[in-house]
């Protein structure tokens, strides 16, 4: 009994300490949890202009305003090469800057915000793909490309890494969500390897 009371002393010592110990969330700690800047009042949202960044190789969305940075939210792309896209049915996430163009309450993925995407820089690399015969000549571009959420109770798969879109950026629905109440038509989003 003695032993097992210093075990669970220690064990509860260490989780407090591990509680109170600020740190800088690791990559694969992104997958599993949102942060935003206060946590204490969340209620009130980002101030000013959003813009949003995501990062590839991070599988992180991270949201800035007028004070700086505002969240982070774990999210997966499309094919597991997270390479740019090139063409339709390639299901790369394409990388560059976008603006959410609408956004709608989506049957399937929960939430959906639309991006731009293809715009002027995407045409000019596919058009470059193409001329350099990276890519088919009777290749298209595609379209369609969003932030959503996943499909109902799925959201295990932005946890386990399991890129699964089209090419879009998929978040958990809660985040989604929580994004989508800030964010409005006309931010812009960045997309970078």
């Not at 989780?15 to 990559?27: D, E, I, M």
């Not at 063409?87 to 639309?114: A, L, Q, S």
């Not at 798969?157 to 950026?169: F, H, L």
């Amino acid at each position: 009994m003695k032993n097992l009371l210093i075990i669970s002393s220690v064990l509860l010592g260490s989780s407090l300490l591990v509680a109170t110990t600020p740190s800088t969330p690791s990559v694969k700690e992104h997958l599993t949890t949102s942060y935003k800047r206060d946590q204490g009042n969340t209620a009130a949202g980002p101030v000013g202009i959003i813009s949003i960044i995501v990062d590839k190789s991070d599988y992180s969305l991270s949201v800035y305003d007028d004070k700086g940075w505002y969240a982070t939210y774990p999210v997966v792309f499309g094919n597991n090469s997270l390479e740019d896209k090139k063409m339709e049915g390639d299901k790369n996430t394409p990388e560059g800057t976008f603006h959410i163009v609408g956004k709608k309450v989506h049957d399937k993925w929960f939430r959906f915000m639309m991006l731009d995407y293809p715009n002027k820089e995407s045409w000019e690399k596919f058009r470059k793909s193409k001329a350099n015969g990276e890519i088919p000549a009777s290749a298209s571009i595609g379209g369609g490309v969003g932030i959503h959420g996943t499909w109902p109770h799925e959201d295990f798969v932005i946890d386990r890494y399991k890129n699964w879109t089209n090419g879009c950026v998929s978040m958990k629905n809660n985040d989604v969500q929580d994004l989508y109440t800030y964010t409005g038509v006309g931010t812009t989003v960045t997309i970078r390897p």
